[in-house]
């Protein structure tokens, strides 16, 4: 079955500060893996896209990375600010000419002033 | 442009009672989706429709139905609300079906409470 983990569940850390949140996905054949943000009472946008070839791709002070051999993805995030506490969600896309979308749990992260 | 609309923010049912949750967009968009977030649980598609005129199940469509009343406006409606059907709704376009580069956009989304 495929399926998309993420970890940790949630995550509290200090302004200022960087974090790294993961993303690990059985899903194949891989089409795409998106990171998005939900902020709370939000609906969830997206932040970036990795296609198989991507290794890196950056959005300001989020870069996630991909790695398509162990199916593993992170998204870190640095110098942290009190807007950016939200729940961040891993979605991994199948390549199968059709639609199938695998939305992970997500990770809620608090910073604290 | 607003995006993508939800109507109503908030909504309290009682156990039976029937209720259609709205949902436009203004981005000329031909796919839009319906999915329910449940705590600790990712994003589970309800129903989607491909383009104007379609629309098919997803992962988790049952007690539900659709209507996707023109190209603008795809609406979900309960017709025997039930409390396991308490969770959030948010509704999704995008400019076409498939899973390759299309991002999503979604509402602001629903709470639906059934008691």
């Known amino acids: 079955k495929n399926q998309v983990e993420q970890s940790p569940q949630s995550l509290i850390i200090l302004e200022g500060k960087n974090c790294t949140l993961q993303c690990n996905y059985t899903v194949s054949p891989f089409s795409n893996l998106r990171w998005y943000k939900q902020d709370t009472g939000r609906g969830p946008v997206s932040l970036t896209i990795?296609?198989?070839?991507?290794n890196t791709k950056s959005n300001g002070r989020y870069t996630a990375t991909l790695d398509a051999d162990t199916k593993q993805s992170s998204l870190h995030i640095t110098a942290s600010q009190l807007s950016d506490s939200a729940s961040y969600i891993c979605v991994v896309s199948e390549k199968d000419g059709g639609f199938k979308t695998i939305f992970g749990a997500g990770t809620r992260l608090f910073v604290k002033a | 442009n607003a995006g993508v609309t939800q109507t109503p923010k908030f909504q309290v049912l009682k156990t039976g009672q029937s209720m259609t949750l709205q949902c436009a967009q203004d981005?000329?968009?031909?796919?839009m989706y319906w999915y329910r977030q449940d705590p600790g649980m990712g994003l589970r598609l309800i129903y989607y429709?491909?383009?104007?005129?379609?629309?098919d199940k997803g992962e988790v469509p049952n007690g539900y139905n659709v209507s996707r009343l023109n190209k603008r406006e795809f609406s979900l409606r309960l017709e025997s609300a039930a409390p396991s059907q308490t969770s959030v709704y948010f509704c999704?376009?995008?400019?076409?079906?498939?899973?390759?580069?299309?991002?999503?956009?979604f509402g602001p989304g629903t709470r639906l409470t059934v008691l």
């Open positions: 981005m000329n968009h031909n796919s």
């Open positions: 990795m296609t198989f070839s991507e």
């Open positions: 999704a376009s995008s400019e076409y079906l498939g899973s390759s580069y299309n991002e999503q956009f």
């Open positions: 429709s491909a383009s104007e005129g379609t629309t």
